[in-house]
C-alpha cells in the first residue's frame, strides 16, 4: 500500500495546528470566566503543601496547562506570597491537574466537533456580553481540540502500516529509555505535554502504537512540559529557577521509579483497560493519571528534603520584594488606636523603603539596560499597590475609633502619605515604559543628557530616601532639607529642559531622544512633589 506522505503531513500538521489553538482558547476563555480568582486560588489555599496540591489541580485545569501554573507560582514565591516548599505542593498539583486534558480527549466526541466549534463561533461573534464571549471561547476551544484530534488521527492512521514506524515501536517496548527519550524530545518541540500526549493517543487509537511502547512516550512526555518552564527560567531569579528546577527534578524521579516496574505498570494498566471496557484514548488518560497521583502521592512527604536539594542546586539570596504588611495587626484597632497608628506608620515606612529601591532600581536599567533591575522595579511597584491597598484599608478601619486631636492629624498625615508613596511607583514605573521604548526603538540619549538624568535621579532619590526617614522619626531638620532638594529638582528640571532644547537646535540629539529625555525629567519632578508633600506632613505634625 502506498502511503500519501504529503497528505499525512498536512493533516498531521493541521491537525497538531487546531489542537493547540483549541487548548489555548478553552484556557483564556476558562482563565477570564474564572477572573483574578487564580492567583487567589494560589494565594489562599497554599497554606500548606497539600492545600498547595489542590490548589495547583485547579488552577492548572482552568488554565489547561503546567507550565502556566508554575509561572503563576514562580511570581507568588518571588512576590513572598508563598514559600518555595509551599510552591513545590503547587506544582505537584498542576502535574495531576494536566491529565484532565487527556481524560477529555477520552471522552471521543470527534463526530461532534463541527456542531461544538459553530455553537462557540456563534456565542463570541453574535453576543457582546463579555460573559458570553468568554464562555464562547472556551467552548469553541473545546470543539477545535476534538477537530484537531480527528485531523491527527487521520493524518497518523498509515503509519501503523509503515515498517520503519513498526520498527521503532518495537524498539521503544524493548527499551523503555528509548520511549521516554522520544517523548521528552517531541514535547521539547512541540511545548506542549497536552498535545503530545493527544497523539499518542491517537496512534494508540488506530493501532500503530502497542501499549508498551506507548507508556514510556508518556513519562517522557511528562519530562519535556518541564523543559518549558526551564527555558522560561533562563536568565530570571533564583526562586524562578528553583520552582523549574523542582518540577524537572519531581518527574524525573518518577520516570526512574516507574521505569523499575514498566512491565508489571503496563500489566496493571491492560487489566484496567479490559475490566472497565475503556477505549484507547482514555487508556493512555488513566495511564498517566495513576502515573502522576501516585508520583504525587510517593514524593509528597519529601518536600522538604526537595526544597533542600533545589535550593543546594541553585544557590544564591534572591531578592524577595514582599507584598504582605508586616505591621498591621487587627487586634490593635480597637484595643489601642494609638499603637495601631504607629503599627500602620512602621507599614508606610517600610513602604517608602520600597518606593526608594524601586527608584534606584529604575536609575540602574537606565545605565545598564539590564532587565533584571526592570523586573526589580516592576516587582517593587506591585508591592506598592498591594500595600497601598492593604494600609489604606488599616487606617479606614482606624478612623472609626475615638482618636486625641494629636492622632487625628497623624492619621491624616499618614493616608496622604501612603497615596503620595504609591504615586511615586506609578512615576517610576513610567520611567521604565520610557526606557522600555528607548531600548526596543534604539534611541541614543547623548553622554550629557545621560548625566544630567543621573544627576536628578541622585537628587531625587535622596529626597525620597530623607521623606521617608523624617516620617519614621518625625524630624522636621529632614523634612526641611526635603523642601529645599523640591525646589533643587525643579531648578534641574527647567535648567535641563533649557539644555535640551539647545542640543535639538544643534542636532545633536533627536526628536525621539528628546521626548524619552523630557518625560524622564517629568517624572522625576512629579517624584520629588511626592516627597515633598511627605515632608509638608511631618512639618505639619510637629507645629
Known amino acids: 500500500m502506498e502511503i500519501d506522505i504529503q497528505a499525512l503531513i498536512f493533516e498531521f500538521i493541521g491537525g497538531l495546528g487546531i489542537f493547540l489553538l483549541g487548548i489555548k482558547y478553552m484556557g483564556?476563555?476558562?482563565?477570564?470566566?474564572?477572573?483574578?480568582?487564580?492567583?487567589?486560588?494560589?494565594?489562599?489555599?497554599?497554606?500548606?503543601?497539600?492545600?498547595?496540591?489542590?490548589?495547583?489541580?485547579?488552577?492548572?485545569?482552568?488554565?489547561?496547562?503546567?507550565?502556566?501554573?508554575?509561572?503563576?507560582?514562580?511570581?507568588?514565591?518571588?512576590?513572598?506570597?508563598?514559600?518555595?516548599?509551599?510552591?513545590?505542593?503547587?506544582?505537584?498539583?498542576?502535574?495531576?491537574?494536566?491529565?484532565?486534558?487527556?481524560?477529555?480527549?477520552?471522552?471521543?466526541?470527534?463526530?461532534?466537533?463541527?456542531?461544538?466549534?459553530?455553537?462557540?463561533?456563534?456565542?463570541?461573534?453574535?453576543?457582546k456580553n463579555n460573559k458570553t464571549n468568554n464562555i464562547g471561547q472556551t467552548v469553541f476551544g473545546f470543539g477545535a481540540l476534538f477537530l484537531g484530534l480527528s485531523f491527527m488521527g487521520d493524518g497518523l492512521k498509515p503509519l501503523r502500516d509503515l515498517q520503519v514506524f513498526q520498527d521503532l515501536t518495537v524498539s521503544m517496548s524493548?527499551?523503555?529509555?528509548?520511549?521516554?527519550?522520544?517523548?521528552?524530545?517531541?514535547?521539547?518541540?512541540?511545548?506542549?505535554?497536552?498535545?503530545?500526549?493527544?497523539?499518542?493517543?491517537?496512534?494508540?487509537?488506530?493501532?500503530?502504537?502497542?501499549?508498551?511502547?506507548a507508556l514510556p512516550v508518556l513519562f517522557g512526555d511528562n519530562i519535556g512540559t518541564t523543559i518549558t518552564a526551564i527555558l522560561a527560567s533562563i536568565g530570571a531569579s533564583v526562586a524562578a529557577r528553583r520552582a523549574a528546577l523542582t518540577h524537572v527534578i519531581f518527574n524525573v524521579i518518577g520516570t526512574i521509579l516507574i521505569l523499575f516496574i514498566i512491565g508489571l505498570y503496563?500489566?496493571?494498566?491492560?487489566?484496567?483497560?479490559?475490566?472497565?471496557?475503556?477505549?484507547?484514548?482514555?487508556?493512555?488518560?488513566?495511564?498517566?493519571?495513576i502515573f502522576n497521583v501516585s508520583n504525587t502521592i510517593i514524593q509528597f512527604p519529601f518536600i522538604a528534603l526537595l526544597a533542600v536539594i533545589v535550593t543546594k542546586l541553585v544557590p544564591g539570596d534572591d531578592v524577595i520584594v514582599e507584598y504582605k504588611p508586616k505591621h498591621l495587626d487587627p487586634i490593635f484597632i480597637q484595643q489601642s488606636p494609638s499603637v495601631a497608628l504607629d503599627q500602620a506608620k512602621e507599614e508606610i515606612v517600610r513602604m517608602g523603603e520600597y518606593a526608594h529601591k524601586g527608584l534606584q532600581e529604575t536609575s540602574l536599567y537606565l545605565n545598564t539596560n539590564h532587565h533584571k533591575h526592570s523586573e526589580v522595579a516592576l516587582q517593587v511597584?506591585?508591592?506598592?499597590?498591594?500595600?497601598?491597598?492593604?494600609?489604606?484599608?488599616?487606617?479606614?478601619?482606624l478612623s472609626g475609633t475615638s482618636f486625641s486631636d494629636y492622632d487625628s492629624e497623624k492619621h491624616s498625615a499618614l493616608i496622604d502619605s501612603v497615596r503620595d508613596l504609591e504615586r511615586i511607583g506609578d512615576h517610576f514605573e513610567n520611567i521604565l515604559e520610557l526606557i522600555d521604548y528607548k531600548i526596543s526603538n534604539k534611541v541614543v540619549i547623548t553622554e550629557q543628557a545621560m548625566d544630567d538624568l543621573n544627576d536628578m535621579f541622585d537628587v531625587t532619590m535622596e529626597a525620597v530616601k530623607q521623606a521617608v526617614a523624617s516620617l519614621g522619626e518625625m524630624d522636621k531638620e529632614l523634612a526641611s532639607a526635603v523642601i529645599q532638594k523640591e525646589e533643587t529638582i525643579d531648578n534641574m528640571e527647567r535648567a535641563y529642559r533649557k539644555k535640551h532644547i539647545i542640543r535639538l537646535n544643534e542636532g545633536l540629539c533627536s526628536g525621539m531622544s528628546g521626548i524619552v529625555f523630557v518625560d524622564i525629567l517629568s517624572n522625576l519632578e512629579r517624584i520629588g512633589d511626592h516627597a515633598m508633600n511627605i515632608a509638608d506632613e511631618v512639618l505639619g505634625e510637629k507645629n
Do not use: C, W
Open 381 to 397: 511597584e506591585g508591592a506598592l499597590n498591594n500595600l497601598d491597598r492593604e494600609i489604606t484599608d488599616y487606617l479606614i478601619q
Open 28 to 127: 483564556d476563555g476558562l482563565q477570564k470566566i474564572a477572573g483574578d480568582g487564580l492567583r487567589d486560588i494560589l494565594d489562599r489555599f497554599t497554606s500548606n503543601p497539600f492545600m498547595g496540591v489542590l490548589a495547583g489541580i485547579v488552577v492548572t485545569i482552568l488554565l489547561q496547562t503546567s507550565t502556566g501554573t508554575t509561572v503563576l507560582t514562580i511570581g507568588l514565591v518571588n512576590a513572598g506570597f508563598m514559600t518555595l516548599r509551599q510552591s513545590i505542593g503547587v506544582i505537584m498539583g498542576a502535574n495531576i491537574g494536566t491529565t484532565v486534558t487527556a481524560f477529555i480527549i477520552g471522552i471521543k466526541i470527534e463526530e461532534y466537533a463541527l456542531p461544538i466549534v459553530a455553537i462557540g463561533a456563534f456565542m463570541l461573534f453574535f453576543f
Open 174 to 213: 524493548d527499551n523503555p529509555v528509548l520511549g521516554v527519550l522520544i517523548g521528552t524530545i517531541f514535547t521539547v518541540i512541540v511545548q506542549s505535554s497536552s498535545a503530545t500526549i493527544g497523539i499518542l493517543q491517537s496512534l494508540f487509537a488506530e493501532g500503530a502504537i502497542q501499549l508498551d511502547a
Open 266 to 289: 503496563t500489566q496493571f494498566i491492560a487489566y484496567l483497560q479490559g475490566q472497565l471496557d475503556l477505549n484507547a484514548e482514555m487508556t493512555i488518560a488513566f495511564a498517566h493519571g
